[in-house]
């Protein structure tokens, strides 16, 4: 079946191919790419994509939570975590000693990452 199908599929662009099936009423969309969803009107008119300061990247575009209700929807206050950014901050919320997590670090469990600079050295160690 494939073999039928994909020709005809590859021989429209995604457009044409979504017009077609819609008017004979099969139910579809098309699947944007990320430049198409980044620079979309509804994306944009939802101040979706927002700038942000990364402490190693510097200012990088981010997407924000797509689920907006209200005007101005959830802000999006800090970059994505760097790779054991917080580790330390949550298992001491969840009860753990600062002598087990120095356990867990040194058993590979997990990583500590306090400063930019301390993430770039220990992930350039690898």
Do not use: W
Request: proline fraction near 6%.
């Amino acid at each position: 079946m494939l073999e039928i199908v994909e020709p005809a599929v590859r021989s429209r662009d995604s457009g044409e191919l979504e017009a077609a099936l819609s008017e004979v009423g099969i139910p579809c969309s098309r699947v944007n790419n990320f430049k198409e969803v980044l620079e979309h009107p509804q994306s944009v008119a939802r101040n979706l994509v927002q700038e942000i300061e990364h402490p190693r990247l510097g200012k990088m575009r981010a997407v924000r939570n797509p689920v907006v209700l209200d005007h101005d929807g959830p802000d999006m206050a800090r970059h994505a975590p760097l790779l054991g950014e917080h580790s330390e901050e949550i298992l001491l919320a969840l009860g753990y000693s600062r002598d087990a997590i120095e356990k867990f670090v040194s058993a590979g469990v997990t990583r500590l990452a306090s400063t930019p600079a301390a993430a770039s050295s220990s992930e350039a160690a690898e």
